[in-house]
């Protein structure tokens, strides 16, 4: 018993079995028993029942990205919920994958019995699954800083399965929060520099220009600029009027 | 008290630092990372991710200072889990620190003693932590206390409502999203609309950006969204008393609001 735990354990595949049974087990308990926050309440649940029933108009606002309108529409849409336990469940979802970046870096850095044992805290860890049982955004935004995190420490004579890391970090972070854009940014130039300029680096360029589009494009509605985030459009109609 | 924590939480450094503070996780991982560093056994990969805990938490501040949502007033907005999500990484030298104790003595009693030590201390902070944060989240506390409350004013509202359920001319505000559905509650816990299911929505009335007026007003009894004493009696009908699980509410009905 003792021997198949310890091959259990040393095999890569037994982080992803936790992450899914996590990811899977929080989406399902947080559905079934949402924590009121009146962020979600207000915002985030009302605005994923929009995109689900197609109200373009009511589904975005350039202050709270487009990702959790997406992301929980989209459960609202597939699983027939309130908008509520949608964005309750997908907050939760990403919440459990966030053990699979934690372990990898923890693994990277240290070794694989310290990287069970960051599984092991961030799992159990209060604060971050209550933000998930809220529904709120920061899992989100935590899960996207960890793989470019990881994306990074993994970056020299990977693959494109490391672009792939990256590019999903990317997309949370330039979607999910107006304050991941610049973050998501400096992992991006983090990356350029580690990846030495190689095809990926232009790749993962090109994805975080698509990726900010849908964002730019909301904000210049709503204030003229074409900018990711709605923040610095007074610094631009400074710079350039308008 | 309360307004110096309230000043401090509008500034960015201080803010910051509230959001480290995930205890014991963090103190853990603090004392860890002072304790190797100065003592030069921080690898360069412990160095990189040092770098990548700061670089965000930096860029975080900064942008609370310098952008500081700007657009949504002179002052700065901020909450201390902008800076949590970071924490996970913090974590990774308190895990490691759990690690070492794991294997730190070899064969034997000593053994069984650090491994025990380990598994108490996973087990004291999963159930202590836990159980202070979740568990009365949803049995007890200031939630499940508010969640009782608004759950029986939102069976009165949608009883005693009788208007359309959206906005004849929706409007946008660029501070806050609003949607258009109706009856409109202004509320300390701007949830409270949520429970109407797809006919309402809670406005945070304290912000002052809803485009739309009130239709209901539900204020608990001596907290800090605004007194009984200023409803203006000539606007609001008074709905009656609600009670929580301790506390007390009262709801208001506009007068122009469409009823039965």
Redesign the interface.
């Known amino acids: 018993m003792r021997e198949r735990i310890r091959s259990f354990a040393q095999s890569p595949w037994a982080i992803c079995a936790v992450a899914a049974v996590v990811s899977i087990a929080a989406a399902a308990f947080s559905a079934a028993f949402p924590l009121l926050a009146t962020d979600t309440a207000c915002r985030y649940a009302p605005m994923a029942e929009a995109f689900a029933a197609g109200e373009w108009i009511e589904a975005f606002h350039p202050r709270f990205g487009v990702g959790m309108s997406v992301a929980g529409g989209l459960a609202v849409r597939l699983f027939g919920m309130d908008g509520y336990s949608a964005c309750s469940l997908v907050s939760a979802f990403a919440w459990g994958l966030g053990v699979l970046p934690v372990f990898r870096i923890a693994e990277r850095v240290f070794d694989r019995r310290t990287a069970w044992f960051a599984a092991i805290l961030y799992v159990i860890c209060p604060q971050m699954l209550v933000w998930a049982l809220k529904g709120l955004r920061e899992p989100f935004k935590a899960l996207g800083i960890l793989l470019m995190a990881d994306a990074l420490f993994r970056c020299r004579g990977s693959g494109w399965l490391n672009f792939a890391e990256a590019a999903c970090g990317l997309l949370l972070l330039f979607t999910f929060k107006v304050d991941g854009v610049v973050v998501g940014g400096a992992f991006a130039v983090a990356y350029a520099v580690l990846d030495r300029f190689r095809a990926r680096t232009w790749a993962l360029a090109a994805w975080g220009l698509l990726a900010v589009q849908p964002m730019c494009w909301l904000v210049f509605e709503w204030t003229g600029a074409w900018l990711p985030a709605p923040q610095y459009a007074p610094y631009f109609h400074r710079l350039f009027g308008g | 008290m309360d307004a110096l924590f309230a000043w401090l939480f509008r500034r960015p450094v201080p803010l910051s630092l509230a959001g480290a503070h995930?205890l014991p996780?963090a103190l853990l991982a603090w004392v860890v990372i002072l304790g190797r560093a100065v003592t030069g056994r921080f690898?360069r990969?412990?160095w990189?991710?040092f770098a990548?805990f700061a670089?965000?938490y930096a860029?975080?501040t900064v942008?609370l200072m310098a952008?500081?949502?700007?657009?949504l007033g002179d002052d700065t907005y901020g909450l201390p889990?902008?800076f949590?999500?970071?924490?996970?990484?913090l974590?990774?030298w308190?895990?490691?620190s759990?690690?070492s104790v794991?294997?730190a003595a070899s064969g034997g009693w000593r053994t069984f003693l650090c491994r025990a030590a380990v598994v108490a201390a996973?087990a004291w902070?999963?159930i202590s932590?836990?159980y202070?944060?979740?568990e009365p989240?949803?049995s007890r506390g200031a939630?499940p206390d508010?969640?009782v409350a608004?759950s029986k004013a939102a069976r009165i509202i949608s009883r005693d409502y009788a208007g359309p359920e959206r906005q004849e001319k929706?409007r946008?505000v660029?501070?806050?999203?609003y949607?258009?559905?109706r009856p409109v509650v202004f509320s300390d816990?701007?949830?409270v609309?949520?429970m109407l299911?797809?006919q309402s929505?809670?406005?945070?009335q304290s912000s002052g950006y809803c485009p739309y007026p009130d239709d209901y007003l539900f204020i608990r009894v001596g907290s800090g969204y605004g007194t009984i004493e200023t409803v203006d009696a000539r606007q609001y009908d008074y709905m009656g008393t609600v009670k929580g699980l301790g506390t007390e509410w009262r709801l208001f009905r506009r007068k122009t609001t469409p009823h039965r």
């Open positions: 995930f996780f690898s990969r412990e990189a991710l990548v670089v965000c860029l975080e942008q952008a500081g949502f700007g657009f889990r902008y949590g999500v970071l924490a996970p990484i974590w990774i308190a895990a490691w759990l690690a794991w294997s996973i902070i999963a932590q836990n202070g944060q979740v989240a949803y939630i508010v969640h608004c929706p946008r660029l501070q806050e999203y949607s258009s559905r816990f701007g949830a609309a949520w299911r797809g929505e809670g406005a945070q």
